[in-house]
């Protein structure tokens, strides 16, 4: 079996979109499908959004945010095969020092969202990631914290 860093990373690579959980003003989950990028690292997910919307309100306010990857496609095969990563950290907007990085990194990834980028009431997002979570199938979870080397 793989380790928890070469599934998440495996994970990662092979998708272009997650869903990003987020907290509201009245303390109830917000969840949105987001196109995203990450840094080479992983210790970063980067995340575009319209400024006035409901999922960047909420990551200025309350930082913290899940992250969900997954790639089943809707088959019994998943049962067994299909691959789950959570991630937690925390959100920011991405700042003019690191601008350009992430913005490169998100369009690399999303070449086909540059119109997007371009329009003055969307930013960019980083989240540090705090704990990658792993699951295979219906096995247990496996925890990551990308700060060390080393999967659980």
Known sequence: ??????????LLNSQVQCVLATVSADLSPHSALMAY???????QVYLASP????KSTNM???PQVSLLF??????LKD??????VTARGSAAPASSVNWDRINGAFLNKNPNMEKFLL??????????????????????PR?????SDEGT
């Open 1 to 10: 079996m793989l380790s928890v860093p070469s599934q998440v990373r495996l």
């Open 37 to 43: 990028s990450t840094s080479d690292d992983l210790k």
């Open 51 to 54: 400024l006035l919307s409901r």
């Open 60 to 62: 200025n306010v309350r």
């Open 70 to 75: 997954d790639n089943r496609t809707g088959n």
């Open 79 to 84: 049962h067994g095969d299909g691959l789950l």
């Open 119 to 140: 329009d003055p009431g969307v930013g960019l997002f980083a989240v540090d990631i705090d704990m990658y979570e792993s699951v295979l199938g219906y096995a247990s």
């Open 143 to 147: 925890s990551w914290d990308p700060e």
